[in-house]
């Protein structure tokens, strides 16, 4: 056994050094060029649509820290193997090398971005780890002048040398990263955005706190390894395609439209039944509407492709742009630039459908195609082409198996259906008859609906439903269904006791 711990060691440390001057590189020039990012959004990408589902399920926001762990235990029980096998056959270092590199160049090469440089960090990360090594193997053999089988002090000299190498590697793209990263916050943080030429009406008396969600308590969900950070002073936005005239908009440009303020409420597909995916924003921005008017948008097209930054694309279709309810390229949330992790600089957001088919992030560029013509990202996947929001509630209050006294007790939640708005939502206790709930005031049909109900709680064990009728009269529908493929559905229920 001993005897494959070190040749198992310098597997692991020559990859890992690879790896880091690899990652380095990358940062320094190209992040999104980095092996490890490459491979894991190759992973995402290849995933098939249940994995994606359960990793978003039972992980949340931690499936990337997970992901990339994964990604790295991998590596290490591969490169161990390689450096035992490799103690007598040196070819299976050289194949190996080769193998990893072309895997992390070619994952590189397939991101949606990609340009040729992007090969360059793997290539450059295998050749180094395959070369350390066959150096490190080399100093496991040569002779000792003490009469060992071999000069352990000059390769444990080698050995530290390269570990060190890691250490200082990988500490300097940390900090290429950060400074780099560092930039962009500034250059966020120089942002003023000018005032609406159309505000949001103020928020009614009368709506509950919680009403809008603060930036930092969002839901956030998307593919994106690493937050893209994209220099405000270098963005634009090509809008082409389907138009009568293509455009090339900087991030000035879109600021001298008008803008519009509006609440609305975002939320995923993948939200399950009482799900966490959901909130609320005072987003500011320049419609589309009026934007593609200008330009003139050609007879037939009926889906705008937004790509992002990263090569995320999110099909929408031309009518709901078209339709009055506003959507926009949203540059503001909740009076501050859009935060890093929410699109900056600049999002789509659509009101009335999901966001996986209305509110891209990091955009960068708009086309005006078909649906015949094009399968967006999740579509691709076998999610629906067309993304529009079901209505939907949820009880916030109690929290499921939550212990209560007996006594007078306030029931209370969410319901959603943007763009067509909430008309009712009803409250059921146990096998009691449905109770209508209270609702608090709303701007507008876009934004969810807060709900409250009073429940004189007895003693016992206790299942709480909730249900909510949309404004055509549509009583949401008890039939469960997964998220996939067009979001889930079904009455939220809890179970409580009370004492
Ligand atoms: N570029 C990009 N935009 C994206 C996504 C993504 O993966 N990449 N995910 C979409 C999905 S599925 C949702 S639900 C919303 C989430 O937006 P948020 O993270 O700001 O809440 O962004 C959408 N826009
Ligand atoms: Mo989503």
Request: net charge positive; with cysteine.
């Amino acid at each position: 056994m001993r005897r494959f711990i070190r040749p198992a060691l310098i597997g692991v440390l020559s990859a890992a050094f690879g790896v880091a001057l690899a990652e380095l590189l990358a940062a320094a020039t190209r992040p999104q060029a980095g092996p490890l990012v490459a491979v894991g959004g190759a992973v995402i990408d290849a995933a098939p649509t249940p994995l994606k589902e359960f990793a978003v399920r039972t992980l949340g926001t931690n499936d990337k820290p997970v992901l990339l762990g994964t990604i790295a235990l991998v590596l290490i029980l591969f490169t161990a193997a390689i450096g035992v096998l490799s103690v007598r056959r040196r070819w299976v270092a050289v194949a190996g090398a080769a193998v990893f590199g072309l895997a992390g160049a070619l994952a590189a090469a397939m991101r949606p971005t990609a340009t040729a440089y992007d090969v360059v960090p793997s290539l450059l990360g295998a050749v180094v780890a395959g070369a350390t090594l066959l150096f490190l193997h080399h100093r496991t053999r040569r002779p000792s002048a003490t009469g060992g089988d071999f000069d352990r002090r000059a390769f444990l000299r080698a050995a530290a040398a390269v570990a060190g190498g890691v250490v200082v590697a990988g500490g300097a793209s940390e900090v290429v990263k950060r400074v780099r990263g560092g930039a962009v916050t500034k250059s966020r943080e120089a942002i003023s955005l000018p005032a609406p030429a159309d505000p949001a009406k103020p928020l009614p008396a009368g709506v509950g706190p919680g009403f809008v969600t603060a930036n930092k308590d969002f839901y956030r969900v998307d593919t994106a390894l690493s937050v893209p950070r994209i220099d405000v002073n270098t963005w634009s936005l090509r809008i082409h395609g389907m138009v009568g005239k293509e455009v090339d908009l900087s991030f000035d440009d879109l600021l001298k439209r008008p803008l519009i303020e509006r609440d609305i409420t975002l939320n995923c597909v993948s939200n399950e039944v009482g799900g966490p995916y959901i909130g609320t924003a005072k987003w500011l921005g320049v419609p589309l509407a009026p934007l593609l008017r200008e330009l003139g948008v050609e007879p037939g097209a009926d889906q705008v492709v937004a790509r992002s930054a990263e090569g995320m694309t999110i099909g929408t279709p031309v009518e709901t742009i078209f339709d009055g309810r506003e959507a926009m390229l949203c540059v503001g949330m909740n009076g501050e630039p859009l935060p890093l992790e929410h699109g900056f600089p600049v999002r789509m957001l659509t009101p009335g459908l999901y966001g996986y088919a209305g509110a891209c992030k990091w955009i960068t560029e708009l086309e005006l195609t078909t649906f015949d013509r094009f399968d967006a990202y999740w579509v691709e996947r076998g999610w629906g082409a067309r993304g529009p929001v079901k209505t939907a509630s949820r009880i916030d209050k109690p929290k499921p198996f939550a212990k209560l006294e007996a006594g007078k007790l306030t029931v209370a939640g969410v319901a959603w259906a943007q763009g067509r708005g909430i008309r009712n939502v009803e409250v059921r206790v146990d096998d009691r008859p449905w109770a209508k709930a209270e609702l608090l005031p709303v701007p507008s049909t876009d934004t969810w609906v807060q709900w409250r109900y009073d429940w004189a709680a007895t003693a016992g064990a206790h299942t709480i439903a909730v249900r909510a009728t949309d404004s055509t009269g549509a009583v949401q529908t008890e039939q469960r269904a997964t998220p996939f493929p067009d979001g889930a559905t079904g009455w939220h229920t809890i179970t409580a006791s009370v004492d």
